[in-house]
């Protein structure tokens, strides 16, 4: 079972480039999210998205926007990257948002922004 | 705001020995949930145990446990006959629930060793 992909698992940016990190659930989860994590610090909430065609604003969503366009896909796009924006980014899906329905987690993808 | 606090940076036990780990959080809310994620070296977040705030009974799932005290907004994860795979960083996470989606706060980590 594949779970929650993302793609690319590594990348260098140079500032004031643009990208899409894209994230795929091969688990009919109506739920998605993507978080950035930094060193000493837990996880960070940028956006969200409940259901095919809906997005909302997380914790930290400056910079940052996102489409959720297909059900299995939560893109998550940077317009014009900046030093600040380097971190690790996760991906997590979720079938419902109850704690009997956790969220799974991708493995990360490493961004640096030179 | 919500917040989550865990004050143990760092900490390192023999294998087998058990080990506490501590999380503290502040909150208004009545209905919320807790959970312990593990990320080992490979970087991917792994659900370790959860815990619904209006259960008093702690959870338990094989040789972990918390220790959660809702007046106290305290919520410690207990790892029993550690092991040398239970080597990782820790994170509480809380969960608030809207309307529309839930969303977790982490704490910042608590980097476990467990030596051979």
């Known amino acids: 079972n594949a779970g929650v992909t993302q793609t690319p698992k590594f990348r260098v940016l140079k500032t004031g480039q643009s990208m899409t990190l894209l994230c795929a659930q091969d688990?009919?989860?109506?739920?998605m999210y993507w978080y950035r994590q930094d060193p000493g610090m837990g996880l960070r909430l940028i956006h969200y998205s409940v259901g095919e065609g809906t997005t909302a604003k997380g914790e930290v969503p400056d910079g940052y926007n996102v489409s959720r366009l297909k059900k299995q896909n939560f893109l998550l796009g940077l317009e014009s990257a900046a030093p600040s924006q380097t971190s690790v980014y996760f991906c997590?899906?979720?079938?419902?948002?109850?704690?009997?329905?956790?969220?799974?987690f991708g493995d990360g993808t490493r961004l640096s922004i030179l | 705001a919500q917040t989550v606090t865990q004050s143990q940076p760092e900490m390192s036990v023999q294998e087998a020995e058990t080990v506490t780990l501590s999380c503290t959080y502040d909150t208004s809310e009545s209905n919320y949930y807790l959970f312990w994620y593990k990320q080992p070296p490979s970087r991917q977040m792994i659900l370790v145990i959860r815990?619904?705030?209006?259960?008093?009974q702690n959870a338990t799932e094989n040789r972990f446990s918390v220790n959660f005290q809702k007046a106290a907004k305290s919520f410690s994860l207990k790892i029993s006959d550690s092991q040398l795979g239970d080597t990782a960083m820790y994170f509480c996470?809380?969960?608030?629930?809207?309307?529309?989606?839930?969303?977790?706060?982490f704490g910042s980590g608590t980097r476990l060793s467990i030596r051979p």
């Open positions: 996470a809380f969960m608030k629930l809207y309307s529309s989606a839930s969303k977790i706060i």
């Open positions: 997590a899906s979720s079938y419902g948002r109850g704690a009997n329905q956790p969220q799974h």
């Open positions: 688990m009919n989860h109506e739920y």
């Open positions: 815990q619904e705030a209006y259960k008093q």
